[in-house]
């Protein structure tokens, strides 16, 4: 079964003090792998689409890379308004499916 | 910057009630969705559509769901006799190309009493 798993399930955080998110992936065969930002009470904001091991993408303060089994989300000295929910969701290859398997997010709050 | 509106933002309605949950995607993209996610859980798929027929549901989407695009803009779910455990945040979603990127919109919150 296609799974994702994302750790940790939350994060505290000092202004400026870089981390990264883990988010492990099981799926029959990759075609993308997605990471989202969710706000409180908000639909889930797209920030990054992974394909292939090795590859990276980079916006602002946040950096995605995957390997095979696994992506992170490196968060380089981040700021108060970067607190949200990350989602990180992948999607299968084969058949008509397109849809996304989502984890269950890891919840970051950053503190001035 | 295009984007995905939901209306209502919140609906309240008695078990057994019928609600219609609407949506209108980027205006470009093909490929539409419905997700949901129940407080404090993952969200969920329930159903993709393109080229106006059902292209996969999950178990979730069951016959008291349905899905229709009843003209060029609106994408709607309706639930046709709802139940507690109906109640969640209901995201509709599109997507340009298959296997591209979902933009999702703000939600519309779902109370079953």
């Known amino acids: 079964e296609d799974q994702v798993t994302q750790s940790p399930e939350a994060l505290r955080l000092q202004e400026g003090e870089s981390s990264s998110l883990n988010c492990s992936y099981t799926?029959?065969?990759?075609?993308?792998l997605f990471w989202y930002r969710q706000d409180p009470g908000k639909g889930p904001e797209f920030l990054f689409t992974l394909y292939s091991a090795g590859e990276e993408k980079e916006k602002e303060r946040l950096k995605a890379t995957l390997t095979k089994k696994e992506s992170f989300l490196h968060i380089t000295a981040p700021k108060p308004e970067d607190s949200a929910t990350y989602l990180c969701?992948?999607?299968?290859?084969?058949?008509?499916?397109?849809?996304?398997?989502f984890g269950t997010g890891t919840l970051l709050a950053v503190q001035p | 910057e295009p984007e995905v509106t939901q209306t209502p933002s919140h609906q309240v309605t008695q078990m057994g009630q019928e609600v219609i949950l609407r949506c209108v995607p980027i205006s470009n993209h093909l490929y539409f969705y419905w997700y949901r996610q129940i407080l404090g859980q993952k969200v969920e798929f329930l159903v993709s559509f393109y080229n106006n027929e059902i292209s996969e549901k999950s178990e979730i989407f069951d016959d008291q769901f349905s899905v229709e695009r009843p003209d060029g803009s609106n994408f709607t779910l309706k639930i046709r006799s709802t139940k507690l455990e109906d109640s969640a945040m209901y995201f509709c979603a599109s997507s340009g190309d298959y296997g591209n990127e979902q933009f999702f919109g703000p939600g519309t919150r779902l109370t079953v009493l």
């Open positions: 969701a992948v999607q299968a290859l084969g058949g008509a499916t397109n849809k996304l398997i």
């Open positions: 799926v029959s065969g990759l075609r993308g």
